[in-house]
């Protein structure tokens, strides 16, 4: 079972739209978790950390169900600027460092 | 803050020859990473540094690949021999130590290929 797993999508959604994007991740003991956007070509970069009783940033929600091993990210009212992949990031246990990456949803917000 | 900058962004070689990648990390960034993207793998920890000693070097796939980090602002990733599956994105970044809440930045990436 890979470390961090996400559904590679893509997700073509029209704009105001809801979208949800699902990751599961491995290692119980995990840590911290993100989510990181990637737009065409450039680099990841943080779009929120996910907090264990969650947590909002405008129109996205970020949950962690760490029964569960699953992280979530929902996005409202999506804009045409949110087409991207994002990509569902864990570390993986206390004093690690090392930020492990699912391979990513890629989402199309069509007009 | 310039960010994480790496050097250069792009770059095609032959089979055979060596390539070095270069990054600058965020001053008072003690923690460096190398990673690799492919579309078939995604991004994948390559090594990375604290204090510029190598950490964990485990993901470096062969004795092909070496890096250093001479100082706290200069790091480098070395191919030698090149070979064309070493096509790929190389991102460094870059973190001020526990990445509890904040994560890593990263570089612009130099993409790489190999033929």
């Known amino acids: 079972r890979k470390e961090v797993e996400q559904d590679p999508g893509p997700f073509n959604v029209p704009e105001g739209a809801t979208v949800a994007f699902n990751c599961t991740y491995s290692n119980s003991a995990s840590q911290s978790f993100f989510w990181y956007r990637q737009d065409c070509r450039k680099e990841p970069k943080l779009l929120m950390s996910v907090y264990s009783s969650g947590n909002e940033d405008g129109r996205f929600t970020a949950q962690l169900n760490r029964a569960s091993q699953y992280i979530s990210l929902l996005i409202r009212d999506s804009k045409l600027s949110d087409s991207a992949t994002y990509l569902c990031v864990v570390i993986p246990g206390a004093g690690s460092y090392q930020l492990t990456f699912g391979k990513g949803t890629k989402l199309s917000v069509i007009p | ?115």
């Open chain 2, 1 to 115: 803050d310039a960010g994480v900058i790496q050097s250069p962004r792009h770059e095609v070689t032959e089979m055979g020859q060596e390539v070095t990648l270069r990054c600058k990390p965020i001053s008072g960034h003690d923690y460096l990473f190398w990673y690799r993207q492919t579309m078939m793998r995604g991004l994948e920890l390559l090594i990375y540094f604290n204090n510029n000693v190598p950490i964990d070097d485990s993901g470096m796939p062969e004795d092909r690949f070496s890096a250093k980090m001479p100082n706290a602002s200069f790091s480098t990733l070395k191919i030698q021999p090149s070979e064309p599956r070493d096509s790929a994105v190389y991102f460094c970044a870059s973190s001020p130590g526990q990445v509890t809440n904040y994560g890593y930045t990263f570089g612009s990436g130099t993409r790489l290929t190999v033929v």
